[in-house]
């Protein structure tokens, strides 16, 4: 007879008892804005987590009922990572880089109950507070900065709900249950909401926790300089939670010389963060006593590799490239360079590390004919569609009907790259689909900053690119057609440009032209452009 094995949830509430039963005296560490640091034990972290579970229930958080959290990596963000979730609500991380317009949008489309908001940033949110329209409750986690309140509006403070609430049980009994949520960044039309099992989100853990992707381990210390309010902190946060590892959290201390010298006091072992982040950082680490380092994970853009070479020659450790989206957890690959092909030529090797690497243990990735959806073979020259799947990928958005668009047939997630495939299963993006500009990790809707150029009465045309850029990857550069008769010119555009936009989505130079090249059915031809202008030195500050 054939023996039969416990069929037991895969859900948050162990993976946090875990850490109270068995790693109660291990630290997180957290930078405040006064540029000190504190200091809380896991078994500290895991009684005010119970606590907050109270909180919840004297707030009368409805049941599955959305928190959102509008704050940095510190480790009150994490006791909310599993104080809601385990308490069998929602968490939904809040992107502080996000144009009003879209948290609005985001707040109003999950129906957030609560909003739990570290005091550095009211500056950036109360503007917005009136516009949210389910929000009952607002708290402030004070993080010394000296932030004025808005007015017109109640706050709760956080520490004094936690002194006031009893700690509570944590039960989770359906692993399929929402744990947690998050938007993409709205590159086209609103935001999509991504939703986050419990399931998901333990196995996206156990991956991240496997040798062959990032390995975190009990003996580790993590800085998760990558946010814990967008990308899920790339499960950093979860897998160091699981296995016991020791957090650093940056909360605001994001200066290259602040993450240096933690990375540095507290002996940090695996580095996680944009290349944007690294590119800052690396100047500040000469001289530094960096031997517990082990691992330096990036993603977000494609890492230079004169960046992971830089960091080779600096710290003994090239930049460990990994791959991913919202909508895969965000964990989907990681360039480790096998043993098979550990022989091969330095410069082969440079090039394997500056790609998107294999999938990792679970999830699948095929390149695919955009027009026919027929998969391409993986010979490292030809591109088609990327396309995901795995346990941790998402099947469909949160009520959006856009959701049937980006998925295939047999359920593939589309990713909007373009890739190819080496014969060894190593993913190379070459190109996008869609003609966004990624900058520093984080996208800028070309199509939406055209529209906000051709706004402007004197402009025919505008058609937006990304351009190489040495520090932020890419820039977007903006080539424009003034209208008939009329003159403009680019500081003209910019002021204009002003309010309408992020700052940062500011072209970083703008180029006139007599017409923007169309495709055969009338669309921007953006390949012409970018053959055309694709070299354009962009100019630097004080040009």
């Known amino acids: 007879m054939l023996g039969t094995m416990q069929d037991r949830p895969l859900v948050l509430p162990h993976i946090f008892e875990r850490a109270e039963k068995y790693s109660s005296r291990k630290e997180i560490i957290t930078g405040d804005a006064t540029g ?12 005010r987590t119970r606590r907050l579970g109270g909180v919840l229930d004297q707030l009368g958080i409805s049941e599955a009922g959305r928190v959102a959290t509008f704050a940095w990596n510190t480790a009150n963000h994490l006791e909310l990572y599993f104080a809601v979730p385990c308490s069998g609500r929602v968490l939904h991380t809040l992107n502080i880089r996000l144009f009003p317009e879209q948290l609005t949008y985001i707040v109003n489309h999950a129906e957030d109950e609560a909003i739990f908001i570290d005091r550095s940033l009211l500056g950036l949110i109360g503007p917005l507070l009136d516009t949210f329209e389910t929000v009952k409750h607002l708290i402030v986690m004070d993080d010394g900065a000296p932030t004025e309140f808005p007015a017109g509006h109640e706050f709760a403070d ?19 249950r929402a744990a947690s949520m998050c938007y993409t960044s709205g590159t086209t039309g609103h935001p999509k909401g991504v939703i986050y099992s419990h399931r ?40 160091a939670v699981a296995t016991g590892a020791s957090l650093v959290m940056p909360g605001p201390q994001m200066t290259p010389p602040a993450l240096a010298g933690l990375i540095e006091s507290e002996k940090v072992t695996i580095a996680a963060g944009v290349p944007t982040i690294w590119m800052g950082v690396l100047p500040e680490l000469e001289g530094r006593d960096l031997s517990a380092l082990r691992l330096i994970p990036c993603g977000g853009s ?19 490239q990994a791959w991913g989206m919202t909508e895969t957890s965000p964990l989907a690959s990681v360039a480790r360079i096998p043993s098979t092909l550990a022989d091969r030529p330095e410069d082969e090797l440079i090039d394997l590390r500056a790609s998107q690497g294999p ?20 010979d490292g020259e030809t591109s088609g569609e990327l396309q995901a799947a795995g346990p941790w990928v998402t099947a469909s958005y949160y009520n959006d009907e856009r959701s049937p668009q980006s998925f295939t047939s047999d359920g593939w997630l589309k990713t909007g790259d373009v890739a190819v495939i080496t014969p060894e299963g190593f993913v190379k993006i070459v190109d996008r689909t869609k003609d966004v500009v990624k900058s520093g990790g984080e996208w800028i809707s070309s199509v939406e900053l055209e529209n906000e150029i051709m706004a402007h009465p004197a402009v025919a045309e505008a058609a937006v690119i990304g351009v190489s850029h040495p520090k932020w990857s890419e820039r977007p550069l903006a080539c424009v ?55 354009h030195v962009l100019p630097t500050a004080g040009d």
């Open 481 to 535: 057609v003034a209208a008939e008769g009329s003159e403009v010119t680019k500081e003209e555009i910019l002021e204009f440009l002003d309010g309408r936009v992020p700052g940062w989505w500011l072209p970083d130079d703008i180029i006139f032209i007599s017409e923007v090249p169309k495709t055969s059915v009338g669309k921007f031809s953006k390949k012409d452009l970018r053959e055309r202008f694709g070299d």
């Open 158 to 176: 956080y520490e004094e709900l936690l002194a006031g609430a009893e700690p509570v049980e944590f039960s989770v009994d359906d692993e399929n």
């Open 36 to 47: 000190g640091v504190q200091r809380r034990t896991y078994g500290e972290w895991a009684d």
């Open 200 to 239: 998901s989100t333990f196995l996206h853990t156990m991956g991240a926790m496997t040798a062959d992707s990032v390995g975190v381990a009990e003996t580790d210390t993590i800085l998760p300089v990558v946010p814990m309010f967008h990308a899920n902190a790339w499960g950093l946060a979860h897998a």
């Open 302 to 320: 494609a890492v230079p590799k004169a960046l992971s070479e830089a960091y080779r020659a600096q710290v003994g450790l090239p930049i460990l």
């Open 359 to 378: 999938p990792v243990l679970c999830v699948g990735l095929r390149v695919a004919d955009q027009v026919t959806g027929e998969e391409l073979p993986w």
